[in-house]
């Protein structure tokens, strides 16, 4: 399993104008949504490339468990709508080690950034597309450091 | 007095009296046991009280398990003496200038569904948003010494439009809010200033009027976050300045806030 990378949160701080009784305000995300931390790695027993995201302090909640598609499982807290884990099918993606490195980051972000629309989606009833919209933004930012992690 | 004071004193009472009331239930279950002919000095004693054992016996151990309970609901005095000095700590941080302290303050307020109207002063209670329990924020822990009694207690109820305060508005949007650049309030303020304060603020115009009166100082930037607890949300911390571009910028603070969150978190996990 490979070493966590270091989020600087600072650059994933962007507000989010919202209009609150009239009065336009900026609204930050909150310290705990951002994940500290991500790192990815490839499960030979499940066949799978996942990334994972670590949070402010203990995990205490239940994960959700959803398929986005034939090669995505993401895992999200039941409360919060964090993303703790995004499980990649690379069987599905048919990569092979000699293209996966290009593939990742393609696949990845792509399967993200569906999996963000379609569960922002449904957040929008009861959970926070923020927290979606930040876990593709920060893969999207470490992308060439998850890959290096690539099987051999 | 800090404001945590009066927890670490009620949390060292309540011992005292835990520890009497398991005593006192021992002595007496024991004395039920003794032979009041063999008593000596305490013959007439046992003969008169033994009868009451059955009900003071329980109720002397019922005493004591509650004192256990409130006591762990309060959390242990480290616990707040710690919460104490990280917010010294990084008051040293967050601002442009940290003195004088009163003018650069961070406070960290706990949502709670039931408050006395004595801590929220809201002597209209027969206005429905006033009552005791319609959930409220109250301020736990404020950084230094200074301006501890009488912090202000805002209304936060379940229903999101009642809220009140960038506290109250931060709880709500369980996000982060920064507004600065607020009109300096005093007695020759405009109205216009003052609704401009109160709609930024979220704060009732005529409670700006009543402080304006009072004499009391009124921020003129905050720095607000919502803080968690075995991930729901438990409460605000609230960054205020006296001066209008007085706390750093969001992005150059975020990894301060980050590590004061991680603080808190590991801090909060050891109260109820």
């Known amino acids: 399993m490979s070493d966590w990378l270091s989020i600087d949160p600072g650059k994933f701080s962007e507000p989010e104008k919202k209009t609150i009784r ?19 790695y490839y499960d030979n027993d499940k066949e799978k490339f996942i990334i994972e995201f670590r949070y402010i302090g203990e995990r205490h909640e239940k994960l959700r468990s959803d398929t986005e598609d034939d090669h995505l499982i993401l895992k999200a807290g039941k409360k919060t709508g964090r993303i703790y884990e995004l499980e990649l099918d690379m069987n599905a993606l048919n990569a092979n080690a000699v293209n996966l490195q290009m593939q990742i980051p393609e ?17 929008k ?28 | 007095m800090k404001i945590h ?18 005593v006192l239930g021992t002595g007496v279950a024991l004395l039920t046991n003794v032979n009041p002919d063999k008593a000596g000095f305490f013959q007439s004693f046992i003969s008169r009280n033994a009868n009451h054992a059955w009900y003071v016996v329980p109720i002397l151990n019922a005493l004591f398990v509650l004192c256990i309970a409130f006591r762990k609901l309060i959390g242990e005095p480290w616990v707040w ?5 990280t917010l010294d700590v990084f008051q040293k941080e967050l601002f442009h200038k940290n003195e004088p302290v009163f003018d650069h303050r961070i406070t960290i307020f706990r949502r709670v569904s039931w408050a006395s109207p004595f801590k929220t002063r809201r002597w209209k209670i027969w206005k429905k948003e006033n009552y005791p329990f319609s959930g409220w924020l109250i301020p736990v822990a404020r ?15 379940d229903d999101p439009k009642e809220s009140e305060g960038i506290a109250g508005l931060a709880f709500v949007q369980k996000g982060t809010l920064v507004v600065d650049n607020l009109p300096d309030l005093s007695d020759n303020s405009t109205d216009e200033d003052i609704k401009k304060y109160s709609s930024e603020t979220n704060i009732d115009p005529d409670f700006l009027i009543k402080r304006i009166a ?14 968690e607890r075995k991930d729901e949300p438990w409460g605000v911390v ?18 301060n806030i980050e590590i004061l969150s991680k603080q808190l978190n590991f801090l909060l996990e050891k109260i109820q």
Do not use: M
């Not at chain 1, 696949?107 to 957040?123: N, Q």
């Not at chain 1, 009833?125 to 051999?152: A, F």
């Not at chain 2, 950084?143 to 109820?157: E, M, R, Y």
């Not at chain 2, 009391?216 to 905050?222: E, H, L, Q």
């Open chain 2, 238 to 255: 609230v960054l205020d300045s006296r001066d209008p571009k007085g706390i750093k910028s969001p992005r150059g603070i975020s990894r």
């Open chain 1, 107 to 123: 696949k990845t972000i792509d399967a993200i950034d569906r999996a963000a629309k379609t569960l922002s989606r449904e957040s």
């Open chain 2, 143 to 157: 950084s230094h010494h200074v301006t501890q009694k009488n912090a202000t207690v805002f209304l936060c109820p």
């Open chain 2, 81 to 85: 003496k710690f919460i104490q000095k």
């Open chain 2, 5 to 22: 004071d009066k927890k670490i004193w009620l949390y060292h009472s309540l011992f005292v009296l835990g520890l009497f009331a398991v």
């Open chain 1, 22 to 40: 009239g009065v336009e305000i900026n609204v930050y995300p909150s310290p705990y949504d951002i994940p500290d931390a991500i790192r990815g």
């Open chain 2, 214 to 227: 009072d004499h009391k100082p009124n921020a003129r930037s905050f720095y607000a976050f919502v803080i």
């Open chain 1, 125 to 152: 009833k009861s959970g926070n597309p923020r927290n979606y919209l930040l876990s593709s933004k920060i893969v999207d930012h470490r992308k060439n450091d998850l890959v290096e992690l690539q099987p051999q």
